[in-house]
C-alpha cells in the first residue's frame, strides 16, 4: 500500500518541480533565441529587451532559492509559475515569427525589442495620457453610475416611472453610445464634456436595467415582514429592496464598466485630444506601430487594473457571495 502512494505521490512531484523550472527555463530559452536573432544588432532596444530578459532570468532563479526558505511561496510559484513561463515563450515566438522569420509585415507587426523601447521612450507621454484617460472615464463611470441608480431605483419601484421609462430604456438603450458621437460633438461646447456624457450613457443602460430587474424582483415576504414591523416606504427601498438588488447592480456596474471601455477609447481617439485613445490613433497615423501596441499594453494593463477593483469592492460588499464570480 505505501509503494502504491509512493507511486502516485511521484509524479505530482515531478510536476510540481517542473512547473517551479519552467519560469528560468523559458526565460533562458527566450534569452537565448533573442541572442541569436540580434548578432550585430546594437540598438538600445534591443540592449533593453536583454537586461529585461536577464533580469527574468535572475528572478526565476531566485524564486528556486526562495521556495526553500519559504513553503507558501513554493505553492504559489507552481500555480503561477506555467502562467510567467507561457508568456515568456510567447514572447519568443512573437520574436522568431517578426524579426527572425519575417513572417509578420513590418511596420505593422513590430518585434518585442521595438514594442518595449516605445514603451520606455515614451513613458511619459503615456502616463500622462493614462492620466487623462484615468480622469475621463471616472467621470464619465461615476455620473452614469449616480443617474442609473436613481432612475434604476424608480423603475423598479414605482409603476408610474416604470410606465414612462421601460419605454425609453427600450429605445435609447440598446443604441451604442458611440453612435452618438457627431450629435455630442455639435450639442456639446466641449470635446472632454461630450465625452464625459457619452461614457455616462453607455454606462446608464446596463446599470438601469438591472437595478431595475432586481428592486422589481425583491422577495414579497422580506417586504411583508418588514411593513408588519412598521417600515416605511424609505425603509423598504433603501434596507430591503437595495440591498436584495445588489448582486444585480454589481453585474450592471461591470457591464457599464465594460462598455465605458469602448466608448471612452473611441470618444478620445475621434474628439478628445488626449488620452491612451488619441495616443494609439496618432501613433497609427505616423505608422509608429511600436508605440501602438506600448499603448495596447498599457491600456490592457490600465483596464484590468480597473476591473480588479471594482472585483474587490464587490467581494467586500457582498461577502454572502464572495469567490462565486472570480477574476
Known sequence: ?????????????????????SVPLAAAATLALHLLLSRGNAAPETN??????????????AGLLAQFLFPAFKVWLAHMGPIFAGALVL??????????LHLLPMPYFPDPPKVLG???????????STY??????????????????????????????RYWGMPLLKIIGPIPATAWIPLAMVLSPSARFSAIGLIALAVWFPVTML????????????????????????????????????????IGLF???????????????????????????????????????????????????????LFKIRDRVLVWQKGIIKW
Not at 533593453?48 to 532563479?61: D, E, F, Q, R, T
Not at 477609447?265 to 505608422?287: F, I, M, N, R, T
Request: proline share 2%.
Open 255 to 309: 457591464m457599464g464598466l465594460g462598455a465605458s471601455f469602448l466608448t471612452l477609447v473611441v470618444a478620445e481617439s475621434v474628439g478628445v485630444k488626449s488620452g491612451l485613445g488619441w495616443y494609439v490613433s496618432w501613433a497609427q497615423g505616423w505608422a509608429e506601430y511600436g508605440k501602438v501596441y506600448a499603448a495596447l499594453i498599457l491600456m490592457a494593463a490600465f483596464f484590468s487594473t480597473l476591473m480588479t477593483a
Open 48 to 61: 533593453l529587451y536583454s537586461n529585461c530578459l536577464i533580469g527574468a532570468l535572475g528572478l526565476g532563479l
Open 118 to 128: 516605445s514603451l520606455v521612450h515614451d513613458r511619459k507621454e503615456l502616463l500622462e
Open 132 to 161: 487623462n484617460s484615468l480622469l475621463l472615464l471616472l467621470g464619465g463611470y461615476s455620473l452614469g453610475v449616480v443617474i442609473a441608480l436613481i432612475t434604476g431605483v424608480c423603475i423598479g419601484w414605482f409603476s408610474t416611472a
Open 1 to 21: 500500500m505505501t509503494q502504491q502512494i509512493d507511486k502516485d505521490k511521484k509524479p505530482f512531484c515531478l510536476w510540481t518541480g517542473f512547473k517551479i523550472l
Open 211 to 250: 437595478t431595475a430587474s432586481g428592486i422589481s424582483n425583491t422577495r414579497s415576504s422580506s417586504l411583508d415582514v418588514a411593513r408588519t414591523l412598521g417600515a416605511d416606504s424609505s425603509y423598504l427601498i433603501f434596507r430591503v429592496a437595495i440591498p436584495a438588488a445588489m448582486p444585480n447592480i454589481f
Open 91 to 100: 514572447l519568443g515566438f512573437w520574436e522568431l515569427a517578426t524579426s527572425g
